[in-house]
């Protein structure tokens, strides 16, 4: 056997090794997560806008947006006013959060912001939403991005908005009234300030929802531990 055609076979194994190592893996349930009731859920919605936006859910992001999207039938309220979700890295959470995005907009006249750990990084992974939400079938439905440093807002044609803010306890969508709030990284949080001023941009809105995504933080990471 010459040394191409060991090459060639070491080749074979090594792209098959690469390929095994991209496939999606066996389904791990959560270690730990409220449990579904019988209540009525808006996460059929966020399948279908995943859907629309190109992709489909991973188990773990149907299983989190049915218990996430559970709401009253008489009041329509959410059953989860603050909703935490905690999973690792290049894991799918970008495209979870970003079809909740997707989906609050549809309707008129509302309003999401998008934190992080800072508001450089905040900016960055709001651009990185905005660039794939672009590129998808929902870009019809947008009226113009606005990317001048302070003022950055995606605005749809019925009026909604999307947003990035500042992540500090003075200035987290202070004076704006949010019927989503997304707080990324929250392990980076050593306060919680930051909960305290979103919670404070819902209280105007019934229908509104906080969450609150990372990945694993440590004994500093007060506002996830909490």
């Given at each position: 056997m010459?040394?191409?055609?060991?090459?060639?076979?070491l080749a074979e194994q090594?792209?098959?090794q690469?390929?095994?190592?991209?496939?999606?893996?066996?389904?791990?349930?959560?270690?730990?997560?409220?449990?579904?009731s019988?209540?009525?859920?808006?996460?059929?919605?966020?399948?279908?806008?995943?859907?629309?936006?190109?992709?489909?859910?991973?188990?773990?992001q149907?299983?989190?947006?049915?218990?996430?999207?559970?709401y009253?039938?008489?009041?329509?309220?959410?059953?989860?006013?603050?909703?935490?979700?905690?999973?690792?890295?290049?894991?799918g959470?970008t495209?979870?959060?970003?079809?909740?995005?997707?989906?609050?907009?549809l309707?008129?006249?509302?309003?999401?912001?998008?934190t992080?750990?800072?508001?450089?990084?905040a900016?960055?992974k709001w651009?990185e939403?905005?660039?794939?939400?672009?590129?998808?079938?929902?870009?019809?439905?947008?009226?113009e991005?606005?990317?001048?440093r302070?003022?950055?807002r995606?605005?749809?044609?019925?009026g909604?908005?999307?947003?990035?803010?500042t992540?500090?306890?003075?200035?987290?969508?202070?004076?704006?009234?949010?019927d989503?709030?997304i707080?990324?990284?929250?392990y980076a949080?050593?306060?919680m300030?930051?909960?305290?001023a979103?919670r404070?941009?819902?209280?105007?809105?019934?229908?509104?929802?906080?969450y609150?995504?990372?990945?694993?933080g440590d004994?500093?990471?007060v506002?996830w531990?909490h």
């Amino acid at each position: 056997m010459s040394a191409a055609s060991d090459l060639e076979r070491l080749a074979e194994q090594a792209t098959s090794q690469l390929v095994a190592a991209s496939s999606v893996p066996p389904y791990v349930p959560p270690r730990w997560c409220s449990v579904r009731s019988e209540l009525p859920t808006h996460g059929e919605l966020d399948i279908e806008v995943a859907k629309l936006l190109g992709w489909d859910l991973f188990r773990w992001q149907v299983e989190a947006s049915m218990l996430a999207g559970e709401y009253d039938p008489v009041t329509l309220r959410p059953r989860f006013r603050t909703v935490g979700c905690s999973v690792a890295r290049q894991n799918g959470k970008t495209s979870w959060i970003l079809t909740r995005i997707a989906r609050q907009l549809l309707p008129g006249g509302q309003h999401v912001a998008y934190t992080a750990q800072d508001r450089s990084l905040a900016v960055i992974k709001w651009n990185e939403h905005v660039e794939i939400l672009m590129e998808t079938p929902f870009a019809s439905r947008v009226k113009e991005v606005t990317t001048q440093r302070n003022n950055e807002r995606l605005l749809m044609k019925n009026g909604s908005w999307y947003i990035p803010v500042t992540p500090t306890s003075k200035k987290a969508a202070r004076s704006l009234s949010l019927d989503l709030a997304i707080a990324d990284e929250a392990y980076a949080h050593t306060t919680m300030g930051l909960a305290g001023a979103i919670r404070n941009t819902l209280l105007t809105r019934p229908l509104a929802q906080f969450y609150l995504t990372s990945n694993a933080g440590d004994e500093t990471s007060v506002l996830w531990r909490h």
